[in-house]
């Protein structure tokens, strides 16, 4: 059904992890990029071992007794974060930027929250045959707010970035579940 | 489609309507409201809409979830163990 490409391709994953730039995508809008297949069992399983990993070390930062802030939660979620960024392999501009600088991230999205335009009410010519018309244009700039790193891009960039965002999310949903069922299934397992 | 061919608006974009068309359908199979219509009358804006609705609402549930997760990292502190043994079990 998706019609992304299921190639890993594994072997410049540690050069990727970096962020590295000289590896930019190529010009010329090539609509089909060799993207993570983020549908595939294999790249959970990755994400979520992972995503273990990772976890493991924040318990270890926080000893034992536990934070009982509101900050863990927030922890969780940029570690999160910063291992779906580091599974994409930094082909995508949202990964890059979430390694790049996750406060400032959170800091932006605090403030953006607010502004919710539900910018209905203007009638819409033809949508897609003139330039991108305001309507258009207005929902296209509060999806380039959503996905991180996107500001700038141009419509049909973003629109990729939102793909690859979506699947994404949807795989760090679904990983993230699967980890939370281990955990209570596990926990009473553990105190038996 | 022939009267949505690709006409080039104002020399500035050099981006076909129709590639934005496809990455639109592209982005369209992945929201779960509008999978089910036919993708000939959903307009661009609905589907950018239903996007930015869709990523908020991951967004809202992969925190909730972080939530979870964070809260059960502290309580047990058997967790690690439980953690591990799991995953080698999978």
Not at chain 1, 177 to 185: C, P, Q, S, Y
Request: hydrophobic share 35%.
């Amino acid at each position: 059904m998706s019609s992304l490409q299921p190639n890993v391709d594994s072997t410049n994953s540690e050069a990727m992890q970096r962020s590295n730039p000289k590896k930019r995508r190529k010009i010329g809008h090539s609509n089909s990029l060799s993207l993570v297949p983020w549908r595939s069992e294999t790249q959970q399983r990755i994400y979520s071992s992972k995503l273990a990993e990772a976890l493991r070390h924040v318990i270890h930062r926080n000893p034992p007794s536990p934070p009982a802030k509101s900050s863990a939660g927030r922890e969780v979620r940029e570690t999160a974060d910063r291992v779906l960024a580091s599974t994409a392999k930094g082909r995508t501009r949202w990964s890059r930027a979430i390694l790049a600088s996750p406060l400032n991230r959170w800091k932006l999205r605090r403030m953006h929250k607010k502004v919710h335009k539900a910018s209905t009410g203007l009638p819409k010519k033809s949508p897609e045959t003139r330039r991108r018309l305001p309507v258009v244009q207005k929902k296209a700039r509060v999806l380039g707010r959503l996905v991180p790193g996107c500001r700038k891009l141009t419509f049909p960039n973003l629109l990729e970035e939102a793909t690859d965002y979506i699947s994404a999310l949807e795989m760090q949903v679904r990983a993230m579940t699967a980890l939370t069922e281990l955990l209570t299934g596990g926990g009473s397992l553990a105190s038996a | 489609m022939s009267s949505r061919r690709s006409r080039q608006t104002s020399g500035s974009s050099n981006i076909s309507d129709d590639q934005i068309k496809d990455l639109v359908s592209k982005l369209q199979q992945l929201l779960p409201e509008i999978r089910h219509t036919r993708t000939d009358k959903v307009s661009s804006a609905k589907v950018l809409q239903e996007t930015c609705n869709y990523i908020r609402s991951l967004h809202r549930e992969v925190d909730d979830l972080s939530e979870r997760l964070s809260e059960l990292l502290a309580t047990t502190d058997t967790a690690q163990a439980a953690l591990i043994r799991n995953l080698l079990l999978q």
